[in-house]
T-cell receptor
Framework: DVKVTQSSRYLVKRTGEKVFLECVQDMDHENMFWYRQDPGLGLRLIYFSYDVKMKEKGDIPEGYSVSREKKERFSLILESASTNQTSMYLCASSSTPAGTKNIQYFGAGTRLSVL | AQKITQTQPGMFVQEKEAVTLDCTYD???????LFWYKQPSSGEMIFLIYQGSYDQQNATEGRYSLNFQKARKSANLVISASQLGDSAMYFCAMDMEYGNKLVFGAGTILRVKS
């Protein structure tokens, strides 16, 4: 089974703190993704990566950065946390699909509260 | 731009009955994939079923089936014989033929009543 592990289930941080969310996958997947989930908005893509040291902006990259130094690990960084970044963060990974069958496998999510 | 619309914020269904969750999509690409994911209260997104735009038959996976109507651009999820464990948030998503990104709808909360 594919396993995507997010380092924390719950985090509470203060405004202005630098926050690291870690994600590790064990299936040698090329692609990794960070989403945030808010009620009524579904999942929105923050950043994704097709390979080590490669990253691309998603739909809502402002206020975030990412790091992918190893294939299995993809980190999301909030440089200076703000209250509007309080959300559920989901990490996913996938192999490069044949055709359109791009099944993404998700971690359990990190619920971040910024006070 | 591609878009997924789920018009039902919440649904109730009696245990053992069937339920249909609606999903419509918008794309001008000829090749695309449609997905359904389940998110229980624990938070993890679980892949349920996939339908390719070129597939001739509707996808089925156990109690899940996808009612794919290409001309109407709809990809409704049908859950047969609902169980209490089916209570969750359900998301419809779409992928493009030459991309690795998924676009998600807002989700539908399903509650199964005993």
């Amino acid at each position: 089974d594919v396993k995507v592990t997010q380092s924390s289930r719950y985090l509470v941080k203060r405004t202005g703190e630098k926050v690291f969310l870690e994600c590790v996958q064990d299936m040698d997947h090329e692609n990794m993704f960070w989403y945030r989930q808010d009620p009524g908005l579904g999942l929105r893509l923050i950043y994704f990566s097709y390979d080590v040291k490669m990253k691309e902006k998603g739909d809502i990259p402002e206020g975030y950065s990412v790091s992918r130094e190893k294939k299995e690990r993809f980190s999301l960084i909030l440089e200076s946390a703000s209250t509007n970044q309080t959300s559920m963060y989901l990490c996913a990974s996938s192999s490069t699909p044949a055709g359109t069958k791009n099944i993404q496998y998700f971690g359990a999510g990190t619920r971040l509260s910024v006070l | 731009a591609q878009k997924i619309t789920q018009t039902q914020p919440g649904m109730f269904v009696q245990e053992k009955e069937a339920v249909t969750l609606d999903c419509t999509y918008d794309t001008s690409d000829p090749g695309y994939g449609l997905f359904w994911y389940k998110q229980p209260s624990s938070g993890e997104m679980i892949f349920l079923i996939y339908q390719g735009s070129y597939d001739q038959q509707n996808a089925t996976e156990g109690r899940y089936s996808l009612n794919f109507q290409k001309a109407r651009k709809s990809a409704n999820l049908v859950i047969s014989a609902s169980q209490l464990g089916d209570s969750a948030m359900y998301f419809c998503a779409m992928d493009m033929e030459y991309g690795n990104k998924l676009v998600f709808g807002a989700g539908t909360i399903l509650r199964v009543k005993s």
